[in-house]
């Protein structure tokens, strides 16, 4: 007979976040799945925002780029209508810091994996990037954690046709290397399958087994692609 894996006891930090939360209850909740005046908070830290496929965000804030990083959720918390003006949300000012990192922590026990939604949304912007900035702008901020796109466990990574890394989020170092040959855990040659698809339908998803780093797990994980000129420019996440 197995015995109980204990509970994780909540921190004073976490205990104070939820009180703080009291403020944000009227219009957020933070259970899986439950709709609110405004968009559920559940796993929103590191989430790139407006990305909710159930929630209809001012066209503000989808233009924003932003990504619900401690550092970006802070100046929100202090004055949403400075960091995004014309945002519908009305204005928090929860300005002291300690009430701000307690939220946070809060917040951070709402944890979830990132899915198709909002792979979706951080590929639609690395896409719009090297379109507007060019290659090597949008290159080196792929590349740079605070750059934008790199949401938890989700980042951008970049290709040329020929299947060499010119951009990776999930590891900066691999920028130059040749992937062409790169086959996942059960032998399938995927960089091979997207330069494929780059050229058949300029844009698709591929499946493949992938070490999860979060928990160290070989899991399945779906990569969406899209050709942008000479490059291909891809999110993936993991499902089950």
Not at 86 to 103: C, K, N, P, S, W
Request: glycine share 10%.
């Amino acid at each position: 007979m197995c015995a109980a894996l204990p509970v994780r006891a909540e921190t004073v930090e976490e205990a104070a976040g939820r009180h703080v939360f009291d403020h944000c209850k009227a219009c957020h909740s933070a259970d899986p799945g439950k709709q609110g005046f405004g968009p559920n908070l559940h796993g929103v830290v590191g989430r790139p925002a407006a990305s909710l496929p159930t929630f209809m965000y001012s066209e503000a804030l989808k233009a924003s780029g932003l990504i619900w990083t401690e550092d970006n959720l802070r100046a929100w918390i202090a004055g949403n209508d400075k960091l995004v003006p014309g945002t519908r949300m009305r204005h928090v000012a929860i300005t002291d810091r300690a009430e701000q990192d307690y939220l946070i922590a809060y917040l951070k026990t709402f944890g979830d994996s990132m899915g198709p939604e909002q792979a979706r949304v951080l590929l639609d912007r690395a896409v719009g990037k090297v379109k507007s900035d060019g290659p090597d702008k949008a290159f080196a901020a792929f590349n740079d954690p605070k750059g934008g796109f790199v949401a938890r466990d989700l980042y951008v990574f970049v290709f040329d046709m020929k299947g060499k890394y010119m951009a990776s989020g999930g590891n900066p170092k691999l920028t130059g290397t040749d992937a062409s040959k790169l086959q996942d855990a059960e032998g399938k040659a995927i960089v091979s399958e997207m330069i494929n698809i780059a050229n058949s339908t300029g844009k698709g998803e591929v499946d493949y087994m992938w070490l999860n780093r979060v928990d160290n797990q070989v899991e399945k994980k779906r990569s969406m692609i899209q050709r942008v000129g000479d490059y291909i420019v891809g999110v993936g996440y993991y499902f089950h």
